[in-house]
């Protein structure tokens, strides 16, 4: 089925850096997706993205927090500067289309972000 | 608080058994309602979702069962074999149109021979 690639599968990295968690999302699907995993918690949203823009964020979604898809290629989540309570997984997202029940979101197998 | 709950962080059941995995919802203006299926380091992977038009769908072993007045939704899967064993995670979303999704915190499902 459609896969979508998450590059690093594991990153760590000191308290104060910037890290970038790349995505490459299903080729044909407009619509992309971060959500956050701390350990032994669920699944959150973080942020939705269309057209160069974000539609909709969390608000784990914080200032130091941005999304871009500069080549049209990897789908991308900045952290600048990193905290500690940054550390977990981040999961990417994509769909074709718009609204849950038509359009079924494809995931990645998550980036382990650990934040020293 | 938590808008999805899985109340059972584990499930045990045997080799050709009935595997029933529950989920409850706080937000009744959710339209839609799906389960989600995670190997160790793998992507969540859709299995079976519904929309709040149904009370229950089937697609072969996996049967989704839909309670709006009580906001709850389970799934069954017949014939449990050893392959299911992973982690299961029930979503709800839909409400305005969007596709952010609400998950639960999962339940493990262990098939035992």
């Known amino acids: 089925g459609p896969k979508v690639l998450q590059i690093p599968s594991h990153q760590i990295i000191d308290m104060g850096q910037m890290v970038t968690l790349n995505c490459d999302p299903v080729?044909?699907?407009?619509?992309f997706y971060w959500y956050k995993q701390i350990l032994g918690q669920q699944m959150e949203f973080l942020v939705n993205?269309?057209?160069?823009?974000?539609?909709?964020k969390s608000k784990l979604f914080k200032d130091q927090f941005s999304v871009e898809r500069p080549d049209g290629s990897y789908f991308t989540l900045k952290i600048q500067p990193t905290a500690l309570e940054d550390s977990a997984v981040y999961f990417c997202?994509?769909?074709?289309?718009?609204?849950?029940?038509?359009?079924?979101?494809?995931f990645g197998a998550g980036t382990r972000l650990s934040v020293l | 608080g938590q808008q999805v709950k899985q109340s059972s962080p584990s499930l045990t059941v045997q080799e050709g058994g009935i595997s029933i995995l529950n989920c409850d919802y706080e937000?009744?203006?959710?339209?839609?309602f799906a389960w989600y299926k995670k190997y160790p380091d793998n992507s969540p992977t859709l299995l079976i979702s519904?929309?709040?038009?149904?009370d229950k769908r089937e697609d072969g072993r996996l049967t989704v069962f839909l309670n709006k007045s009580g906001k709850h939704f389970s799934l069954h899967i017949t014939a449990s074999q050893p392959e299911d064993t992973a982690v299961y995670l029930c979503?709800?979303?839909?409400?305005?149109?969007?596709?952010?999704?609400?998950f639960g915190q999962g339940t493990v499902l262990s098939v035992i021979p």
């Open positions: 937000n009744d203006m959710f339209d839609y």
């Open positions: 993205f269309y057209n160069g823009k974000v539609m909709e």
């Open positions: 080729s044909n699907h407009l619509y």
């Open positions: 979503a709800a979303g839909g409400t305005g149109g969007n596709n952010k999704l609400t």
């Open positions: 519904v929309r709040s038009n149904v």
């Open positions: 997202a994509s769909s074709w289309d718009w609204g849950a029940s038509q359009n079924t979101l494809y």
